[in-house]
């Protein structure tokens, strides 16, 4: 019932006033399940907030003679359009989430009133804040360092994402995101070639990919704070590696719209991208983390996922297929 009563108050806040509208796709979902060049040229389209182009409909971006309020609420439209593309799956959201896209660009396009662009702008932040579910983080009760340190974040800059949970920084590491496992996309043959995984788990690895990528390459900043692991590869100076030594961290981003930070590991979960996994709080367990507050918070995160059949825990996906047994 507590869920129900989150899920519902999602809806409700994102509830607005019927203005006319121009038609976006970019929200409505299929349930015949794309084929692998359908998904690979999704992937790799372009991000370039200029060339925003939602089902045909390009949307300009504005000069620099355009007034403050009109620039902010066009990074306010390509937040909310990054941010939700292929990801929701609750109808009842969605439609909302349709809707506000919708009625944002037709204001934009009329260039209307500064206060008219200043109550849609307050409207998509509200939802921006409430339909994450997951409320921004006291960012300045961390400490920060220059340098990797369980328990701290540190600024990176992105060179490479490798796949829904993993990215590779410009400083030279690989940082593993703590606590959640995304659908494989690739797998490694008894050959030792590596080659790509097939079916639903191919689907849901990719839209897992895009759902990091999408976020990450529109943020502000990308914070990584090391947890403490459990693992071979460790040493006296090193106690947050897994065993092939990348970082196991929890990510942060500032929001580039509303200036807020957020936990990307949990969003991935609570909509429904990637499973909990290899954290526990059982001190005889290899993936035992001593941070109840974070493994908490996951928690509840899938759980969220979970009720609302959201992603992976959809009723037209075979679970199994998505993450099948290891051999």
């Excluded at 928690?299 to 996906?317: E, P, R």
């Amino acid at each position: 019932m507590k869920h129900k009563k989150i899920f519902l108050a999602l809806a409700s806040a994102l509830s607005i006033t019927s203005l006319p509208i121009v038609s976006v796709a970019c929200l409505n979902k299929s349930k015949n399940e794309p084929n692998r060049k359908e998904y690979d040229e999704s992937h790799n389209q372009s991000n370039d907030a200029s060339n925003l182009v939602i089902n045909g409909h390009k949307i300009t971006q504005p000069d620099e003679s355009s007034s403050k309020i009109l620039k902010e609420l066009y990074n306010g439209i390509t937040t909310l359009y990054y941010s939700y593309s292929n990801i929701i799956y609750a109808p009842s959201i969605e439609k909302n989430l349709e809707n506000l896209l919708n009625n944002s660009i037709t204001i934009y396009e009329q260039n209307a009133e500064d206060e008219l662009l200043q109550n849609q702008l307050n409207k998509i932040n509200k939802t921006l804040d409430s339909s994450y579910g997951i409320k921004p983080i006291d960012f300045e009760k961390y400490q920060q360092s220059s340098e990797d340190e369980i328990g701290k974040l540190t600024k990176v800059n992105i060179l490479k994402i490798r796949d829904g949970d993993t990215f590779s920084a410009d400083n030279g590491k690989t940082y593993r995101f703590s606590g959640i496992d995304t659908p494989e996309t690739h797998k490694k043959e008894p050959n030792g070639e590596w080659i790509d995984t097939t079916g639903s788990q191919y689907k849901y690895g990719k839209l897992a990919e895009k759902f990091t990528t999408d976020i990450l390459q529109n943020a502000k900043e990308v914070y990584v704070m090391p947890q403490k692991t459990i693992s071979p590869s460790n040493d006296e100076t090193h106690q947050y590696w897994d065993r092939y030594k990348r970082i196991v961290a929890i990510i942060y981003y500032r929001n580039k719209n509303n200036n807020k930070v957020y936990c990307l590991n949990e969003q991935i979960v609570y909509f429904g991208k990637a499973r909990m996994g290899y954290i526990s709080l059982n001190k005889k367990s290899n993936f035992f983390t001593s941070n109840k507050d974070y493994y908490h918070e996951l928690a509840k995160a899938s759980d969220f996922a979970q009720f609302n059949k959201l992603g992976i825990y959809s009723d037209d996906v075979d679970y199994n297929e998505i993450y099948p047994p290891r051999s």
